[in-house]
């Protein structure tokens, strides 16, 4: 019920936003956008989060014992070249525990992408790497983060782009014997991102 | 130069904290969520409730929790049989009287009602057999003075054969007196329990020895109450004495075949246990830790009988952090439950325990749940209940299984 109201909530947001700054009409130009050395965009994604499983010391595959969650993210990119990009991303998802206990992970991470093309449609491949800041309860935790992935856009015009993403995160949650938890504690967690994406160039 | 080699030490020690820290008592975030079963809660008793006492009558389950409320006992806890019997109000004796305390004696509750003004309190019993039950004052106090406690001990008083009912009457700014009665009814002073601080606790071994306890002070009467000598002071002391700053929170004995030990705790992290009734303590050499280094606060203690007659589990109830499993005398090591077991990551864990109660009787195919929806398991052992302060109540089969906890 709750993990529902937040995603109808979501979905609307997305909406809200992409509606509110599309122009009138679509652009009549329909020639293959180019970037180069400094243009921009700025991406935001909204959609499902999916615990997978946990790998730790006593077994490689734990059940996740998470609920289905949501996730979201907002991405700043800069082109080098017409396929190769980088950015920053900073995002957010939750899902919930047994006993309805919230799991909220938030990552920081620098990605960067590579894109294949094909008018009006583009894929990029892209790998982001960075810091996942992990809170349960009380409990909150500074975690590596990697997330490897692709993605799907169609070109709606030469500023709008929309697609959907598919993320495998990776977050190796490490105890040491010098932490009170013990090496016994670490987990990695896996995850997968699927959200949907709007993009904006400038 | 400098500025910037500070500004980078900084920033990399406040990563580093950032990267280790964690509020959990010894629990990693995703391990805790990997091992997390559902707990269950099968009873309507809310769930902030403070239980600072429980007990039971041969039928009935009774815990004070700012009123006093009961159960069937025997026939309800079967989670195949569907909606277990649900808790029962008992009616104050007046407008705003709250109970915090109770005691079972000849299998009739006796409980301490006090009003919001606190000059009106005494002790009631409670009878069951009415519809709906009653309360009658048996030992009424008011202004002069006033009752916080009752015990129940097995001992004779003053030549009656016990168990008794212990009654820490507050009779000063700062004194407070033992009364003690065998049949509920009349109540006399019991000699030389005297005390500067209110009676916390009282244990008696069954053979005339009692030992009762104040916050700095350990009274034990070797020869039953009000009667031969008077009780002696019998504090620990060397190595296991109380440190000056640390005040004593609980008392409890452990009978294990034909070892009787007496256990006390206190809010500064130490535990100490004697198995002679108080002439020789032993105490843990360092104080017991939470996570981040500070002193666990004891509030209570308590066991249960073990199933195919192993060990006795003790445990200790804590501020804030839940329970400790105590190990064999007060100078072991004490423990988490096991990690198989749902405590870490039930509210349990991470409340302040006050009280418990273990029922003496084993239960044999008795529903355990696994933490799947509707699923249980049919074990053997016997029942322990945690009492929880904001956190309500708690309910365990103490099995060969790990413990698994559920909410009432």
């Not at chain 2, 104040?214 to 002696?232: F, S």
């Given at each position: 019920?709750h993990?529902?109201?937040i995603r109808?909530?979501?979905?609307?947001?997305?909406?809200?936003?992409?509606?509110?700054?599309?122009?009138?009409q679509?652009d009549?130009?329909?020639?293959?956008?180019?970037y180069?050395?400094?243009?921009?965009?700025?991406?935001?994604?909204?959609?499902?989060?999916?615990?997978?499983?946990?790998?730790?010391?006593?077994?490689l595959?734990?059940?996740a014992?998470?609920?289905?969650?949501?996730?979201?993210?907002l991405?700043?990119?800069?082109?080098?070249?017409?396929?190769?990009?980088?950015?920053?991303?900073?995002?957010?998802?939750?899902?919930?525990?047994p006993?309805?206990?919230?799991?909220?992970?938030?990552?920081?991470?620098?990605?960067?992408?590579?894109?294949?093309?094909?008018?009006?449609?583009?894929?990029?491949?892209s790998?982001?790497a960075?810091?996942?800041i992990?809170?349960?309860?009380?409990?909150?935790?500074?975690?590596p983060?990697?997330?490897?992935?692709?993605?799907?856009?169609?070109?709606?015009?030469?500023?709008?782009?929309?697609?959907?993403n598919?993320?495998?995160?990776?977050?190796?949650?490490?105890?040491?014997n010098?932490?009170?938890?013990?090496?016994?504690?670490?987990?990695v967690g896996?995850?997968?991102?699927f959200?949907?994406?709007?993009?904006?160039?400038? | 130069?400098?500025?910037?080699?500070?500004?980078?030490?900084?920033?990399?020690?406040?990563?580093?904290?950032?990267?280790t820290?964690?509020?959990?008592?010894?629990?990693?975030?995703?391990?805790?969520?990997?091992?997390?079963?559902?707990?269950?809660?099968?009873?309507?008793?809310?769930?902030?409730?403070?239980?600072?006492?429980?007990?039971r009558?041969?039928?009935?389950?009774?815990?004070?929790?700012?009123?006093?409320?009961?159960?069937?006992?025997?026939?309800?806890?079967?989670?195949?049989?569907?909606?277990?019997?649900?808790?029962?109000?008992?009616?104050?004796?007046?407008?705003?009287?709250?109970?915090?305390?109770l005691?079972?004696?000849?299998?009739?509750?006796?409980?301490?009602?006090?009003?919001?003004?606190?000059?009106?309190?005494?002790?009631?019993?409670?009878?069951?057999?009415?519809?709906?039950?009653?309360l009658?004052?048996?030992?009424?106090?008011?202004?002069?003075?006033?009752?916080?406690?009752?015990?129940?001990?097995?001992?004779?008083l003053?030549?009656?054969a016990?168990?008794?009912?212990?009654?820490?009457?507050?009779?000063?700014?700062n004194?407070?007196r033992?009364?003690?009665?065998?049949?509920?009814?009349?109540?006399?002073?019991?000699?030389?329990?005297?005390?500067?601080?209110?009676?916390?606790?009282?244990?008696g071994?069954?053979?005339?020895?009692?030992?009762?306890v104040?916050p700095?002070?350990?009274?034990?009467?070797?020869?039953?109450?009000?009667?031969?000598?008077?009780?002696?002071?019998?504090?620990?002391?060397?190595?296991?004495?109380?440190?000056?700053t640390?005040?004593?929170?609980?008392?409890?004995?452990?009978?294990?075949?034909a070892?009787?030990?007496?256990w006390?705790?206190?809010?500064?992290?130490?535990l100490?246990?004697?198995?002679?009734f108080?002439d020789?303590?032993?105490?843990?050499?360092?104080?017991?830790?939470r996570?981040?280094g500070?002193?666990?606060?004891?509030?209570s203690?308590?066991?249960?009988?073990?199933?195919?007659g192993?060990?006795?589990?003790?445990?200790?109830?804590?501020?804030?952090?839940?329970?400790?499993?105590?190990?064999?005398?007060?100078?072991?090591?004490?423990?988490?439950?096991?990690?198989?077991?749902?405590?870490?990551?039930?509210?349990l864990?991470?409340?302040?325990?006050?009280?418990?109660?273990?029922?003496?009787?084993?239960?044999?195919?008795?529903?355990v749940?696994?933490?799947?929806?509707?699923?249980f398991?049919?074990?053997?052992?016997?029942?322990?209940?945690?009492?929880?302060?904001?956190?309500?109540?708690?309910?365990?089969?103490?099995?060969?299984?790990?413990?698994?906890?559920?909410?009432?």
């Amino acid at each position: 019920m709750h993990v529902s109201r937040i995603r109808r909530f979501a979905v609307a947001l997305l909406v809200v936003f992409v509606a509110s700054t599309l122009p009138a009409q679509q652009d009549s130009d329909a020639f293959a956008p180019t970037y180069t050395l400094g243009d921009q965009s700025l991406a935001i994604n909204l959609g499902l989060f999916v615990p997978m499983f946990f790998a730790g010391p006593v077994s490689l595959f734990e059940p996740a014992n998470l609920s289905l969650g949501g996730a979201g993210s907002l991405l700043w990119s800069t082109y080098l070249t017409n396929e190769i990009s980088v950015g920053v991303e900073l995002g957010g998802s939750f899902a919930l525990t047994p006993n309805g206990r919230a799991l909220f992970l938030v990552p920081i991470a620098a990605r960067g992408s590579y894109s294949f093309r094909a008018y009006p449609f583009e894929f990029p491949v892209s790998l982001g790497a960075g810091l996942s800041i992990a809170r349960l309860e009380d409990a909150v935790k500074v975690d590596p983060f990697i997330k490897p992935g692709g993605s799907f856009y169609w070109y709606y015009s030469t500023q709008w782009a929309f697609g959907a993403n598919l993320f495998y995160w990776i977050i190796p949650q490490i105890y040491t014997n010098l932490t009170y938890q013990g090496v016994t504690e670490t987990r990695v967690g896996n995850f997968l991102e699927f959200t949907l994406s709007a993009r904006y160039h400038f | 130069m400098f500025h910037r080699r500070t500004v980078l030490i900084s920033l990399i020690a406040s990563i580093a904290v950032l990267i280790t820290s964690c509020a959990f008592e010894g629990v990693g975030i995703f391990a805790s969520i990997a091992r997390e079963r559902k707990v269950l809660d099968d009873r309507d008793l809310p769930n902030d409730l403070t239980v600072a006492a429980i007990d039971r009558t041969s039928d009935r389950m009774w815990i004070a929790a700012g009123q006093l409320w009961h159960r069937g006992f025997d026939k309800v806890d079967d989670l195949a049989a569907g909606r277990p019997e649900q808790w029962t109000k008992v009616a104050a004796p007046g407008a705003n009287f709250t109970t915090t305390n109770l005691a079972v004696l000849n299998d009739v509750v006796y409980a301490v009602y006090s009003n919001l003004a606190g000059d009106v309190s005494g002790v009631y019993r409670v009878t069951i057999s009415t519809t709906p039950p009653t309360l009658t004052a048996v030992f009424p106090a008011g202004v002069a003075e006033s009752v916080e406690r009752v015990f129940v001990v097995d001992a004779t008083l003053d030549g009656a054969a016990g168990p008794t009912l212990l009654v820490s009457v507050r009779t000063g700014t700062n004194t407070w007196r033992l009364d003690g009665s065998t049949d509920g009814t009349t109540f006399v002073a019991v000699d030389g329990f005297d005390s500067t601080a209110p009676h916390i606790a009282a244990v008696g071994d069954g053979t005339g020895q009692v030992i009762v306890v104040t916050p700095k002070t350990v009274y034990r009467d070797a020869d039953g109450l009000k009667a031969g000598d008077l009780p002696q002071s019998v504090a620990p002391g060397g190595s296991a004495a109380r440190p000056a700053t640390a005040e004593f929170t609980a008392a409890h004995v452990v009978e294990n075949g034909a070892t009787t030990t007496v256990w006390l705790a206190d809010d500064n992290g130490f535990l100490y246990s004697s198995t002679d009734f108080g002439d020789v303590w032993v105490r843990n050499t360092n104080a017991h830790v939470r996570a981040g280094g500070n002193a666990i606060r004891f509030r209570s203690l308590g066991s249960v009988a073990a199933p195919g007659g192993g060990d006795p589990m003790v445990v200790a109830g804590t501020t804030g952090v839940g329970y400790r499993v105590l190990g064999s005398d007060a100078s072991q090591a004490i423990a988490l439950p096991v990690e198989e077991s749902n405590y870490r990551e039930s509210d349990l864990s991470r409340s302040t325990v006050i009280a418990f109660f273990a029922n003496p009787e084993l239960k044999t195919d008795y529903p355990v749940p696994t933490g799947s929806p509707g699923a249980f398991t049919r074990e053997e052992g016997y029942l322990l209940f945690a009492g929880a302060a904001n956190g309500g109540l708690w309910r365990a089969l103490n099995q060969t299984n790990p413990i698994q906890w559920v909410q009432e």
